[in-house]
DNA sequence: TCAAAAGTGTTATGATTACACCCATGA
DNA sequence: TCATGGGTGTAATCATAACACTTTTGA
């Protein structure tokens, strides 16, 4: 297929990308107890005006994964971000104009860093929480509910869910977390035996300050009694 | 890129099919208490005498999934097949004429069906105990070693395990399937209890013939009992 | 003092584990 | 009769779930 031709047809193809294989995240957030979606307006080409997964396109000597956290640096400024490959999104005719095949990935951010960034192929950035997610552009309501879905296991089989919360958070924080993500409801002093059991989190010995009410323990998660206790046979499920 | 470079470069690409992105196939069969892998020796081209997985393009008009039923049932002839998506592998250099995206899966199948049918890729087609899997062409031992630790994973959520069983087979059977696949030992008076109160299998009321020691009840797994219970709220796990 | 969330204690139930033991069958 | 796997029973331990209760703090 022609470049300029594809060119013309792609809404911003660059000209060092491999043809035919794009990369979409989508990126989940955590605010006021509920789980959001990081959703981008489309500036140009025939998807002017609808929101769609942020993405693009992958350049000829990268690699996958690294495309993907290249292109979430440029949308959101951010390095060093939890990121993981969904898997491939190929139906001959998920997008309209000619043959695309997507790579998905997810990726969990704290929104404390998070400073917006719209890059030239986005008008406009939103957060949605997860009930008020629009029509999208193409297959991304697809690829959006299979990533809840998979963050849904995943997030019960390791402890990934920390990259959604502040650097340090309280266990109810952390139980709300989890009851958003899975949908249930759950019994708090049970909860709390069972995360600090675990012994996966580092104490702080700190307090919240300037709450109407008794203040609670603040806790991080420190990865490395993460790798120490995994290397030991540990197997996080929860 | 020109068609023709690609197709004298390409080992059997084909004119009808997408550049850059081949799909690859890790067939999984289990036979005499051993988990195998389907592997092609290559017949051409710069891998020729080396082993791989079995692989191929995909047509331009044609979906992923459809693509890897095809290619499977090009090499083995079977259809219905279980088969899943891992992910897609793209590192720059994991072949070494051309940048190509790579999407694997895994198949599931019972090795009573499979009668071997090698296609004009191969020159020859071979089981390998997975302790006895040779150096593979490009990055195929790491998509090898992806596909088991996620075969471990998919094995204790969802009842796939009995794809790779006979219509018909005993607990200890059964039983030993898991303990291959997960390396671990179990308890055979457990592991019956276990299954048998999930009631996920049906009971052929029948025994085995010509063993010689006391003959086992055969059961076989159903989808029907599988899906009821799942509607129900049900959730298999191992 | 009241509301709101922090945090502890207790008990019933069920799942898991470890292991002893009997049964049926062909070689 | 012996080896081999089929199949049942049981008791200890551990995890989970349900819920009552006390503590701390700011408004």
New binding site residues.
């Given amino acids: 297929m022609d470049k300029e031709i594809i060119k013309n047809r792609a809404e911003t193809f660059e000209a060092d990308a491999m043809e035919s294989i794009t990369i979409d995240c989508v990126i989940f957030g955590f605010q006021e107890g509920s789980l959001e979606v990081l959703l981008v307006k489309h500036a140009e080409g025939i998807s002017k005006g609808k929101w769609g997964l942020p993405g693009g396109w992958i350049k000829k000597k990268e690699g996958i994964d690294a495309a993907a956290y290249r292109l979430l640096r440029e949308l959101t400024g951010l390095d060093e971000i939890f990121l993981e490959q969904l898997k491939a999104f190929g139906d001959p005719d998920r997008f309209p104009l000619y043959r695309v095949i997507t790579i998905g990935y997810y990726a969990l951010v704290k929104r404390e860093n998070y400073r917006i960034k719209a890059g030239f192929t986005a008008s406009e950035v939103g957060w949605f929480k997860m009930k008020d997610i629009p029509k999208l552009i193409y297959d991304h309501n697809e690829i959006l509910n299979y990533s809840l879905g998979h963050l849904r296991n995943r997030i019960r089989q390791a402890p990934i869910g920390f990259n959604l919360l502040p650097e340090k958070f309280?266990?109810?924080e952390l139980m709300h977390l989890y009851e958003e993500i899975l949908g249930v409801e759950m019994?708090?002093?049970?909860f709390?035996r069972?995360i600090l059991k675990m012994k996966l989190l580092r104490d702080l010995n700190e307090k919240q300050v300037g709450?109407?009410?008794?203040?609670?323990?603040l806790y991080s998660f420190d990865e490395e009694i993460y790798n120490r206790l995994t290397k030991r046979g540990f197997n996080f499920e929860f």
Avoid: E
């Fill in positions: 309280t266990l109810l019994d708090k002093p049970n709390r069972k709450v109407s009410h008794r203040a609670a323990k």
